[in-house]
């Protein structure tokens, strides 16, 4: 009898803890639907004004809106996507000796190209010493 009302309490835990999770799923994907909508909507209502537009000063104001808004969803898609991987304890990693000056070099370059007019990026690789690490070269960066 004991037995049956503890194999009864194990299943009523479980079946609140499956609840529970549903409720934390739903939220949390109407929490990634704001956050991706809110980035989408920006890149399109700039993307269809400016092609409209006359003032080329204005048109690069909103091509920065534009590309800010493109960053902060593809990191929101990538986050998210990792996150999944993370969860599901499938998230591959990929080992070997990689240089970190080298992935500074490659970062710098990547984001140099991004840089606010009027703001000077700098990285001294000189000074950076010559460290190699054994690790996945993506997750690093």
Same mark, same amino acid.
């Given at each position: ?15 609140? $803890? #499956? ?5 934390? $799923?739903?939220?949390?994907? #109407? ?36 590309? =800010? ?35 500074? #070099? ?7 190209? =991004? ?22 070269? =993506?997750?690093?960066?």
């Amino acid at each position: 009898m004991q037995q049956a009302r503890d194999e009864s309490r194990r299943n009523e835990l479980e079946m609140q $803890k #499956a609840r529970e999770s549903d409720m934390l $799923k739903s939220t949390f994907l #109407a929490n990634m639907s704001h956050e991706i909508r809110t980035p989408l909507n920006a890149i399109v209502g700039f993307s269809s004004i400016i092609a409209e537009m006359e003032d080329e000063e204005e048109k690069a104001e909103y091509v920065k809106i534009i590309n =800010k808004n493109c960053d902060l969803l593809l990191r929101l898609v990538t986050d998210i996507l990792d996150f999944s991987k993370i969860e599901s304890s499938v998230m591959d990693y990929v080992f070997s000796d990689v240089s970190i000056k080298e992935i500074c #070099a490659e970062e710098f370059k990547v984001h140099s190209l =991004k840089v606010q007019e009027g703001v000077t990026m700098v990285c001294d690789l000189d000074r950076l010493p010559d460290v190699i690490l054994h690790t996945d070269p =993506k997750r690093v960066t």
